[in-house]
């Protein structure tokens, strides 16, 4: 064993052999692999292996289609190859009407991916599948090229070709520790000794928070037992003259596959269990779980009730291993929060079928820096100081017991909250707040008219729609009033932070004390990193001279990673989180000086505190930090209390807007309005895969400034021209918004992916923005939107079709 790798892999399953072999595709082949016992030796040896297309978001979608590509690749390979059944088919099944809506959308956001499905109804289904019936059936989605391959045999190829690229593989060889020194280096620890390593890759499956363990992290991983069975020959199957296409139930909660003349099946069952959560046996390897098919009867009947062949057939082997799952189900590959030169490929819990996109997206963030989509929905920093094990845990069992029911628009399932509250949770739930999540925080989604009141979950506009044109129109004419809880928020001190901010900046932001301006942050590749608010704060009784850097409540981890990575060792910049201290009260609308007036001392007119200014003061008795800024459009104010005087700064609100008549409003009712202002999010319109000129930020560049990261890039990008640009578009339906993914089409081909939509309210239109082909970007422009399968016409109309002079938030 060599004794020094660029980068060492710890784990031997398909995330550690595909990252490996990827690493080498990305021409880095000072690479190594550890793995404690045998390849595949973990959850890999026992998958089921299917191997599907499906995605709920783009970037799965792709990930998948890389594969699929590279499993027939081995599957063809002349000198090694690798047992893979590709092209069965599959269909995923429903019985209502919004499961329905959501495979049409689903196809919809494949399409922009190259990737075709198809929307079948239940005789379909029967006819492609003979052996189900069509009792409490609608139809399906149809992925044609679904199928499953050989797990061992998969990963010895992956292994072998990266050996052939100059790759190292160490089997039986533990590692025991990992020392990381000064300059970001690491040594792992092994019982064949030690290798100096740049970068390390926790590939560990579900012994992954055991190597966190030494690391000095904990990883939001948890397993649950998985069982499935092998049936005995079925006649029906050989009478079929095909292969059987695989079959996955959200009604019965099972999936089955062929294997040779009977069918593999397995189940999701509502009574699950989690595994290892208080340690694993170092002597399990190549193992089982005990059966327990008992537990699996329920679901048992149910796949009996869709395939009547099955009571007819017997059982000849039984397989339960444990799988491993995060907190949304999604895996985490990407960078470790909070470390250097560190990465992770875990919480594959469909690791064979989409473990070879996950190991390439993966090697090219090591590699480059960044993968060539938008990580984000598999980023490891998505989760935060919430996520614990036991967290985890909770929202791994919710997941299992809805494996094949996607989640609708605007469902925040009940498992693990609430996790991150603020004094005034309660107070809101009173007063009839319906919350979201986001980031673990609880946080108002909008407010319901009765305590009885339930939305009907579906991708369709429905109850909710006249709620939030109320809190909406409440907004436009008067004022109102919400919470934003978990606000990323850093204070930035020392002499240095203007220059260090100038350097993360691609544009100019105001130094000037008292005043407020917003920024962008760059990749290396001159494309979107982040987008941050920045608050200049005055000395005062409260502090020194500051800095607050504010962004998305997602993104803490990332940015503070994004920030401390590039200090200089010479620079006097200081940075803390106050995350978790404060949040944030908005008040907005034309009334919202009037009551902040009536609540807190000073002058507030439009002459002592303009638009973009930033003052401290007393809210009632609360200390509060007030920034002129707005989202939605309207005059606001954002005002940042700490979480103790929290309490008070609101009760002062609400008592000041009674002679105004306040009224809170919710998330969805800002999502409306800032759609109507051109106003963008982080991570559904602001992607690493654009750069800020094709994302239509081009005010907030400035190319003739020093030198700042990813501007030599950008240069490069601006001379190529772009090659999509953002737009805003008029869609002509009122039954359901464009969502995130929906496939535009202009002159019979895909022209661009809508990233978000909903409903302007004060505008009266159906709003999207997309990133379109430039050739169909001009105003004007008409289109057609995929939306839920049906082609509904658009038009590019300017940027911000409500208020566009920005009059009403300078009022």
Same mark, same amino acid.
């Given at each position: ?531 941050? &608010?920045? *608050? ?6 409260? +502090? /020194? ?5 504010? !962004? #998305? =409540? %997602? ?23 106050? &995350?978790? *201290? ?6 907005? +609308? /034309? ?5 902040? !007036? #009536? =609540? %807190? ?23 509060? &930090? ?186």
């Amino acid at each position: 064993m060599r004794d020094q790798a660029r980068v060492v892999v710890i784990g031997g399953g398909i995330a550690g052999c595909s990252a490996l072999y990827h690493l080498t595709q990305e021409g880095w082949t000072d690479v190594m692999l550890i793995e404690r016992d045998e390849l595949t030796s973990g959850t890999t040896w026992h998958s089921a292996a299917q191997v599907t297309n499906f995605g709920m978001t783009q970037t799965m979608v792709g990930l998948k289609s890389h594969s699929i590509a590279l499993y027939k690749e081995l599957r063809d390979d002349p000198e090694y190859p690798v047992g893979y059944n590709h092209g069965d088919g599959g269909i995923r099944l429903a019985n209502t009407e919004a499961q329905m809506d959501g495979y049409r959308h689903f196809a919809s956001m494949a399409r922009g991916m190259g990737v075709e499905f198809e929307v079948i109804d239940a005789a379909e289904c029967a006819r492609r599948h003979p052996l189900i019936s069509t009792d409490n059936l609608l139809g399906g989605l149809w992925d044609p090229t679904d199928g499953h391959i050989d797990p061992a045999q998969l990963c010895q190829a992956l292994a072998r070709r990266a050996r052939l690229a100059g790759a190292e593989v160490n089997r039986h060889t533990p590692v025991t520790g990992l020392t990381q020194h000064p300059d970001s280096t690491w040594t792992v620890h092994t019982e064949k000794g030690d290798v100096r390593a740049e970068i390390v890759v926790n590939a560990g499956g579900y012994r992954c928070n055991e190597i966190g363990a030494m690391m000095g992290v904990s990883h939001p991983v948890a397993s649950m037992e998985h069982q499935y069975f092998l049936t005995e020959d079925i006649p029906a199957i050989a009478e079929a003259g095909h292969r059987m296409p695989l079959l996955r139930c959200p009604i019965s909660d099972y999936y089955c596959r062929q294997e040779k003349g009977g069918l593999l099946l397995g189940f999701y069952e509502q009574g699950c269990r989690t595994w290892g959560m208080d340690g694993i046996d170092p002597k399990f390897t190549n193992d089982l779980c005990p059966d327990d098919l008992d537990r699996v009867t329920d679901v048992l009947e149910g796949a009996f009730a869709r395939m009547p062949a099955l009571m007819e057939t017997g059982i000849r082997s039984i397989v339960n291993g444990p799988i491993t799952y995060t907190i949304d189900g999604a895996p985490l590959v990407g960078p470790i929060p909070g470390k250097r030169n560190a990465f992770c490929i875990i919480g594959l819990r469909a690791g064979l079928g989409e473990g070879g996109g996950h190991g390439w997206l993966l090697a090219q963030q090591i590699v480059h820096g960044e993968a060539q989509y938008d990580t984000w929905v598999i980023d490891p920093r998505r989760f935060t100081g919430h996520a614990t094990v036991e967290l985890t845990a909770l929202k791994a069992i919710e997941d299992y017991q809805n494996e094949f029911r996607f989640h609708f628009p605007h469902e925040h399932r009940p498992a693990g909250r609430p996790m991150k509250t603020t004094p005034l949770t309660p107070l809101l739930a009173a007063e009839g707040a319906e919350f979201g999540t986001v980031n673990g925080w609880e946080r108002v989604d909008y407010i319901k008219p009765t305590p009885d009141f339930s939305e009907t979950l579906g991708f369709r506009f429905n109850e909710v729609h006249d709620l939030v044109a109320q809190e909406v129109a409440a907004v436009a004419t008067s004022v109102g009033l919400t919470e934003v809880s978990g606000f990323n928020r850093f204070e930035l001190t020392g002499k240095d932070v203007h220059g260090f901010l100038d350097r993360m900046l691609c544009g100019r932001v105001t130094k000037k004390p008292g005043r407020v301006g917003l920024g962008y942050l760059l990749n290396h590749h001159g494309m979107l990193k982040t987008e941050a &608010t920045i *608050a200049n704060i005055p000395a005062s009784d409260r +502090g /020194p001279d500051r800095v607050w850097y504010g !962004s #998305a =409540a %997602a993104s803490e981890y990332h940015d503070m990673d994004w920030l401390t990575a590039h200090l200089r060792p010479a620079e006097d910049v200081t940075i803390r989180s106050l &995350t978790n *201290a404060q949040t944030i009260l908005v008040l907005a +609308g /034309p009334r919202a000086r009037d009551v902040l !007036s #009536a =609540a %807190a001392r000073g002058d507030w007119s439009r002459e002592a505190f303009p638009w973009l200014s930033l003052r401290e003061a007393h809210i009632g008795i609360a200390p509060a &930090t007030v920034l002129g800024v707005s989202f939605s459009g309207e005059l606001a104010y954002e005002i940042h209390v700490p979480n103790e005087s929290l309490h008070a700064a609101y009760l002062a609100l609400r008592k000041a807007g009674e002679a105004h008549g306040l009224r809170l409003f919710g998330a969805r009712a800002v999502d409306s309005m800032r759609l109507e202002k051109g106003f963008l999010h982080w991570k559904a319109d602001l992607l690493t895969e654009f750069d800020p000129f094709e994302t239509g930020l081009d005010r907030f560049v400035k190319l003739d400034k020093g030198d700042f990261i990813g501007k030599p890039a950008l240069l490069e990008r601006v001379e190529n021209g772009p090659r999509r640009k953002l737009v805003t578009l008029a869609v002509e339906t009122s039954e359901a918004p464009a969502h995130g993914g929906a496939s535009l089409v202009a002159d019979g081909k895909i022209v661009g992916t809508v990233t978000s939509g909903d409903w302007g309210h004060r505008t009266g239109l159906n709003l999207a923005y997309a990133f379109v082909a430039p050739e169909v970007a001009q105003e004007g422009t008409e289109m057609t939107v995929d939306i839920l399968g049906e082609p509904v016409p658009a038009r590019v109309i300017p940027a911000s079709p409500y208020d566009p002079g920005f009059d009403r938030m300078r009022a």
